[in-house]
Structures are given as structure tokens and as C-alpha cells.
């Protein structure tokens, strides 16, 4: 393993968040004092993906999440922060897939459920709740 590699898997064993982004790790990387190129951590991150290492997460909006957690698990995204955090694989359940198209077998399913701060428990929501609508544009 090159020495740059090295360090970012150092970086993706000792941090607790298991879904990083690119931008994640190269801030993660600065406050080291460790001296990486975007593109190294992109492309470390992808042949990490490549070698079974790391998941890319289907995240619905937002850049590339890499999941650090091994095996089939479901996602909740917060849909005004993107911060993505993990379900467990029993927690969902599928009465029905369809049929792959001929020739392909399914190789995994991943659910991003989308979630947003409920108005009556969040400061967030509420601040949302309480600002006034946009206003219209005449033309
Ligand atoms: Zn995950």
C-alpha cells in the first residue's frame, strides 16, 4: 500500500462518522497536516470501493458519500443537512421486487429513505415553518 493510501485508510479507521465524503477526508487529512491531493483521495476512495473496502452510498442529492461500513444496510438522509446515517438491513422490508431485465440478476438493493426535521421538534423546521413564503417574481 503507498504511503498516501496509507493515510487515508488511517483517517477512515480513526474518525467516528461512517459516511464521508471526498471533501471529508481532505479536511480531515488538513487538520493532520497531511499533505493530499483531491484526486488521490478520489481516486484511493474508488479503488477502496473496487477492493470490497468501502460502499459508494446511493444518496439522493449531495456529493458522493463512501460508507466505511461493510455489508448490505439501508440509509435515512436528512434532507437539509445530507447527513446520512445507517438502517439496518432487517429494517426493511420488500413484499415485492421486479423482475430484473433478461440476462441481469439483482446484485443489491439500496433504500435512501429521505428524512427532514419534524416542524414541532426541530429549531431547524421551525425557523423553516416561521419564515415568511418567497416572493413571486412579476414579469
Ligand atoms: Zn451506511
Given amino acids: 500500500m503507498t504511503r498516501q493510501r496509507r493515510m487515508i485508510a488511517d483517517i477512515l479507521e480513526s474518525v467516528p462518522q461512517r459516511h464521508l465524503t471526498a471533501d471529508d477526508v481532505m479536511d480531515i487529512a488538513q487538520t493532520r497536516g497531511l499533505r493530499l491531493s483531491l484526486a488521490t483521495v478520489y481516486n ?4 477502496f470501493v473496487a477492493h470490497g473496502l468501502l460502499r459508494r452510498v446511493a444518496t439522493a442529492r449531495g456529493a458522493i458519500r ?3 461500513t461493510p455489508g448490505d444496510h439501508h440509509h435515512f438522509q436528512d434532507e437539509t443537512s445530507g447527513q446520512v446515517t445507517d438502517i439496518a438491513p432487517g429494517n426493511v422490508c420488500f ?3 421486479p423482475e430484473p431485465p433478461p440476462g441481469y440478476r439483482i446484485a443489491g438493493v439500496d433504500v435512501v429513505v429521505r428524512i427532514e426535521p ?3 421538534e426541530h429549531p431547524v423546521a421551525q425557523a423553516r415553518a ?3 413564503p418567497p416572493k413571486e417574481t412579476s414579469r
Fill in 44 to 47: 484511493t476512495l474508488n479503488q
Fill in 66 to 68: 463512501f460508507d466505511t
Fill in 95 to 97: 413484499s415485492a421486487l
Fill in 118 to 120: 419534524a416542524a414541532d
Fill in 130 to 132: 416561521n419564515r415568511p
